[in-house]
C-alpha cells in the first residue's frame, strides 16, 4: 500500500467521524428547540423553551392569566375569564399534542390569550 493510499483512507475514515459527530450534535440541538409562544391579541408576547420552566404571568387590560412551562408541555393554571374553558383544556405536552383537539394549542378567547407549543423536530419549523 502507497502512502498516498493510506492519506486516501485516513482521509475518509476522519471525514465519516467528523459526519457521525455533527449528526449527533445536530440530531440533539433539534431534541433541545422544544418551546412555547405566549400570544396577547394575536402578537407574540413571549417565547419560552421548555428546557427553561417557569410560570408566566400576563396581564391584559385588567386580564390576568397564569401559565405554567415545565419541560414536559404547558398548562394555562389560572385565567380572570368568567368560562375558564382556558384552564380546562389541560396540558398540552410533548407526548399528547397530536391527539388534543386543539393540539399544541391552549387558546383564552375572553381574554385573548393563546398559547403555543412547538415540537423542535416537527416538520412546521
Not at 449528526?23 to 413571549?46: D, H, L, M, P
Not at 396581564?59 to 385565567?79: A, C, D
Request: aromatic share 6%; with cysteine.
Amino acid at each position: 500500500m502507497k502512502k498516498r493510499d493510506k492519506v486516501i483512507i485516513l482521509s475518509v475514515i476522519v471525514i465519516a467521524l467528523l459526519s457521525f459527530v455533527g449528526y449527533r450534535v445536530f440530531e440533539k440541538q433539534a431534541s433541545e428547540t422544544n418551546y412555547v409562544v405566549i400570544y396577547v391579541n394575536g402578537e407574540v408576547y413571549k417565547t419560552v423553551s421548555l428546557s427553561e420552566p417557569q410560570t408566566v404571568v400576563v396581564e391584559n387590560n385588567g386580564h390576568h392569566n397564569e401559565i405554567e412551562i415545565t419541560e414536559e408541555g404547558v398548562k394555562m393554571l389560572t385565567s380572570s375569564c368568567d368560562n375558564q374553558n382556558c384552564v380546562m383544556q389541560g396540558e398540552a405536552t410533548l407526548e399528547n399534542y397530536e391527539t388534543r383537539i386543539l393540539g399544541g394549542w391552549i387558546v383564552c378567547l375572553p381574554n385573548q390569550v393563546s398559547i403555543e407549543l412547538v415540537k423542535g423536530d416537527s416538520n412546521e419549523n
